[in-house]
């Protein structure tokens, strides 16, 4: 089962030249400063579905009602969901229950793992600003390298 969001996402890497990923690879390379050498990150977006328009951002043209809200990227995307939803502190998340123009609203995500995972984000940043989010890098990690 796939969503809106999985199905944007996957149209807009393949369109912009990105290799999706099925399943992600690796190697563990203990005597390296990166120990973990992975196949391909991961880039979400969270969206919320309203019949209203939401003010300061736009619909997404071919899905209808929809409007995102964060983009992120992660190594693990369902982590970082859990912060945006609990507020956790110190971690870079957007509070996702208190903004008032999303409460009482359907609120979807979905995630893709895809080659170049920063430079994804950063081009769903710049071509479909979110209500919330910046369009700055956020944290590269410290022990897991992307290969792709």
């Not at 999985?6 to 390379?29: M, R």
């Not at 359907?106 to 919330?132: D, N, T, W």
Request: glycine share 6%.
């Amino acid at each position: 089962m796939t969503n809106d969001v999985v199905d944007f996402l996957k149209a807009e890497a393949s369109e912009n030249n990105y290799t999706i990923f099925d399943a992600i690879y690796g190697e563990v390379c203990l005597n390296e400063s990166k120990p973990i050498k992975q196949s391909s990150g991961a880039v979400y977006g969270i969206f919320v579905s309203s019949e209203e328009p939401i003010e300061n951002v736009s619909e997404l043209n071919g899905y209808p009602k929809l409007y995102p809200v964060y983009w992120g990227k992660d190594i693990a995307p369902v982590s970082r969901l859990k912060a945006h939803v609990k507020n956790y502190k110190n971690t870079g998340n957007v509070d996702l229950p208190n903004i008032t123009e999303i409460k009482e609203k359907k609120i979807i995500f979905g995630a893709i793992m895809v080659s170049e995972y920063q430079k994804f984000e950063q081009y769903l940043h710049s071509s479909y600003p979110p209500l919330r989010g910046t369009n700055r890098p956020g944290k590269i990690s410290q022990i897991i390298d992307i290969l792709n």
